[in-house]
Structure formats: C-alpha cells, structure tokens
C-alpha cells in the first residue's frame, strides 16, 4: 500500500485530470444545461457523506489513515449503508463533477477511482478490521457491502 499518498491526494489529482482534459479534450458532450446541475447534488452528498463519517472517526478518536490499525470499530451513520462511506463520498463527487462538465472523457476517472480504492487501500482496510475485530467485523462484513 502507498503509505505517503492517502486517499484525498488521489481524488484530487483525478479530479484535477478529469476537469483538465474535459478542456483539452472536448469530445462528446451528452449532459447538457439543466441536467448536468444534477451533479451538484451529487458532489454535495459525497462532502456531506466525508464530513458526517470524518466527524465519527474524531469523536470516536480512531484513525482515518487506511494503513494505521483502527481502535474502535464503527457501524453506524454512514457505515450503515457501506463499510467504505468516504471512498463512496469520493466517488460521488467525482460522478457529480462528470456530470456538471456533461462530456464523456469526464466520466473515465470514476473508474480508475475504484481500482486504485481496490488496490491500494481496501484490503489493506478490511484486513486490519479482520484482525482488530474479528467475528464482530466478520458478521459487519456480511450485513454490509463494500461501497453502496
């Protein structure tokens, strides 16, 4: 796992990439005005989704950082709906801004998201939780899906 490059550092530089080659590239455009404003109420789910699981990890003082070991499991707010809300909340802001440029190589990053969600930080996550919690995280696992 990348342990110097965190999560937020990703969706930014995708985000940047999707909104530059949006310009430099402008191929298809699909979503137009005032359909692609749709995509407001997306990137505010996905802050408002950040938010409200980033305020649970500071009051429940446990870690943020996906390669540290957890010290409280959490399964409520958000984490009723997905075991990984601020990736799903990434991923929101990600689709939302896609959808308010309207064109077609905006919509290449959400993908790539998840792979490197999946890749580099996901199982490293789920195993850590393995170990600290056990059956309890096991059984959470099962009521539970991964992003939504």
Do not use: C
């Not at 530059?20 to 989704?49: D, E, R």
């Amino acid at each position: 796992m990348a342990k110097g490059i965190m999560p937020p550092t990703y969706l930014i530089i995708l985000l940047v990439l999707s909104i530059s080659l949006h310009f430099i590239f402008p191929m298809v455009k699909f979503i137009f005005s005032p359909y692609n404003y749709l995509g407001f109420v997306l990137i505010a789910f996905g802050s408002a989704v950040n938010l409200w699981a980033d305020s649970i990890f500071k009051k429940k003082k446990t870690t943020i950082k996906p390669h540290e070991l957890p010290r409280f499991f959490i399964a409520f707010g958000p984490f009723k709906m997905s075991r990984h809300p601020m990736y799903l909340g990434m991923l929101s802001i990600l689709l939302g801004v896609a959808i308010f440029l309207g064109s077609l190589v905006s919509f290449i990053f959400q993908v790539a998201f998840i792979v490197l969600m999946e890749t580099l930080f996901i199982p490293t996550e789920e195993r850590n939780m393995e170990n600290q919690f056990g059956k309890e995280y096991l059984k959470y696992k099962k009521r539970v899906r991964r992003w939504i």
